[in-house]
Each structure stands twice: as C-alpha cells, then as structure tokens.
DNA sequence: GAAAACAGGTTAGATGATAACATCAAAGAA
DNA sequence: TTCTTTGATGTTATCATCTAACCTGTTTTC
C-alpha cells in the first residue's frame, strides 16, 4: 500500500492514462478499485464514511451506528460481500444479528445510495460517487472479484437512444459487464 | 390474440416506426414482445421451438422431450418466467418433478443460448434469436412484465471502449434496463 | 455387447430474502 | 415535561432460489 497522504485529493488524471484518447478521465475511485495492491484502502473506508456521513445529514437520514457499521463491513474491500458474509461479521462482534437486520441495514444503505447491489452475483459493493441520479455500470473481474463502477454518459445515452425507438421509458439500468481486470490479465488468469 | 396468420411474416417496419430516424431496423421479435395483444404468439411459440431444433441438430445437442417442454413453457409468455413457476407447470403434467429437474432443463438451455436468464428478476426468458456471441440486453417492462430483447451494436461497442481504457477484458453483459412499455405508457400504467 | 457418457430421479441442504410482531429509543406535539 | 408518533432494531418463523450428492436407466461409442 502506497500512501501519499499529503494532497488533499489524488489527481486521477496523473495516474490513468493508460494509452487511448480517453475522452473524459477515468474518476480516481476506479482506479483505486483495480489496484488493490498498490493503494491505501483505510483511505477508501474513511472516505466513503465520510461521505455517508454528509449525504446522510443532509437528506436528513439516519445513519445509525449499525448502518453505519454495515457500510464500513461492505467497505472491506472492493470485491462484492454477500448478505450472509455481512450478516456472519456482525455476528461475530455483537451478540444479536439476525437476516433482518443486515438486510435492513443494506435497504437503507441502497435507498440512500451509498452502496450497490450487483445483480448477477447477488451481493452489494459500496459507491464510490453517492449522490443522485447515479446509475450503476460495473466492471467485475471474475478472477479476482474486484468490482469498479463506470459512469459513463455515453453508456447511458445509447441506451436512452434505444429506448426511445421503441417509444420505452427508462426507469433503472442494471450494467454489469463480467470479464478480467487489467492486473489479472497481466498474470494470465482466466 | 388477433391472429393476421396469412402473410408469411409480419413486417416490422410497418408495424413499427413510432418516430424517430431509427438507424437500424427493429428486429419483428422486438416488436411483438411490445404489442402482446396484437400477434398471434402461437407463431412465436413454433418459431422458438423450430429454431431450437435446428441449432440443436446443428450443434449436436440433445433437445429431450424434457428440455423442448421446458423451453416451451417459458414461451408461454413474453414475461419472465420463474424457475418454481415452471417446476408446478410441470409437476400438474408429470408425477416426479423436483427443482433439479426444471434447473437442469435451464441451464443446458441457457448453455444451448435458448433462454436467458434475467438477473434482476432471477427469472428466464426465451430468446428470439438463439446464437453465438449474442449477449443479452433486456428492455422490461415493470408495469405489464414484458421483457424485449435488445441487439445494440452500439451498446457493446461503447462498453467495449470504457473496457478497453482501463484495459478490462469484456467476457459477458449483462444489461437489463427496467422501465415502461410504449402501451403501458400510453395507458397511464405508473 | 461392454464401457463410457449423459439424462434424469431423489433426497437433502445451502444460500438468499421477507413477513409479522415485539420492543425500545428518538423526535414532535401538547 | 409528558404524551404521542415515528422509526430502528430484535426475534421468530418462513418462503424462495439454487445446488450437492448419489443413484438409476438410457444413449453413444468402441
Ligand atoms: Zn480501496
Ligand atoms: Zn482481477
Ligand atoms: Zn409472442
Ligand atoms: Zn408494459
């Protein structure tokens, strides 16, 4: 874990730029989520706690202790946990836990958009971006589990496009594009 | 139903064509997953069995008796289809029907690229274009349950570029948009 | 026909998610 | 403050989805 603790954000510009003319830059919190080894995560959890925390205050919701708490287990790394795995955690720390309540838990944590549910593989990530209108597209790379999420506009629109021929409305887009990360690539794993 | 059984093929573009400057035609089996009412799904039941005979003979597979009823009840309707909702349908039929009966049935028809499975839903469809290399991207409808298959080019090529940036390699899509028909909207459906 | 591969039956259980009701604490109203 | 309402969590039970493991019979293949 490379730290670099001093600026006050990481410049994602500096470190993309993998080749191609990348029309906007890629948000530094993807980058950070397919390089597992080589970035400070306790950045990512306090971050993410953080901004809970705001968002939460002012939407006015409640971000209780063991909301809060929840969120910081999901946070634990950048690879999807399931309901259960959450649900053993807290376990193993309180006494009373229950599918109720990490289920309650993650409702409240999906409402308020500080973590996603990955369909496919039945689990939840946390956001990187809350905020509203923020609809998920994800990278999981098969080998080694790490989820990033996209936003791209692009992405978005060709849809909307689609949709409109077909005179659709769009409510909520569900994108998730299974596949190898860049790192699990470069060491030859299928 | 109303049926119009004479014409060797409904045409799509005369059916179709709500407004836009649409780049490339709407394929019929979109179409008619959209106007539940107004084709005769008997036609979309015998083409989906015909043409999974046929990529069956062509590939070597074995489409048992079992399997094409299986593949038969999920054509029932354009809606996605329940695993536990096949296993009763074929329960009232047959004696002995267990859910590793229906779910074997599934996934060699999910292998064979008959039916696709909907994530959000986990519920099954027929597909009206079985083939390789075609990967699912969904329009469902939350009001009446429809579901459209998609096949943008365009989609995958814009994910293929947001891939290619971060150097992911893109193995499987899973793209389910969820939102309002054209007739759920026209009759206010919410 | 024997061996191998495959389809399906059967039993049991793992995993994922929710309903319904009880209890307690926080926020607002009187 | 005290009452009232709302909201968060505990608790129990159950439903829903999916799979492992083992067995039997049927095709394929040699
Ligand atoms: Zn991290
Ligand atoms: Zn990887
Ligand atoms: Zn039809
Ligand atoms: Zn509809």
């Known amino acids: 874990m490379i730290t670099s603790k001093k600026t006050s954000r990481p410049r994602a510009s500096k ?24 970035h400070d995560h306790r950045r990512c959890v306090s971050a993410a706690l953080s901004k809970a925390d705001a968002t939460c205050n002012a939407s006015g919701r409640r971000l ?57 593989l039945n689990a939840f990530v946390g956001c990187g971006e809350p905020g509203p209108g923020h609809t998920g597209q994800f990278l999981i790379c098969t080998a080694c589990g790490t989820v990033a999420e996209l936003d791209e506009p692009a992405l978005s629109k060709t849809i909307a ?9 769009v409510r909520r887009e569900t994108i998730e594009i299974a596949g190898l990360c860049a790192g699990c690539r470069r060491r030859g794993a299928d």
């Open 15 to 38: 470190l993309a730029r993998p080749s191609g003319p990348a029309r906007h830059p890629v948000p530094a919190h993807v980058l950070r989520s397919f390089t597992p080894a080589r």
């Open 161 to 169: 496009a689609s949709a409109e021929r077909l005179g659709f409305e």
């Open 64 to 120: 209780t202790p063991l909301r809060r708490r929840v969120l910081e287990l999901v946070w634990r790394s950048h690879t999807p946990v399931k309901a259960y795995d959450l649900l053993a955690a807290l376990g193993r720390e309180r006494e009373q836990a229950a599918p109720p309540t990490v289920y309650r838990a993650l409702d409240f944590l999906l409402e308020a958009g500080l973590v996603h549910r990955i369909a496919s």
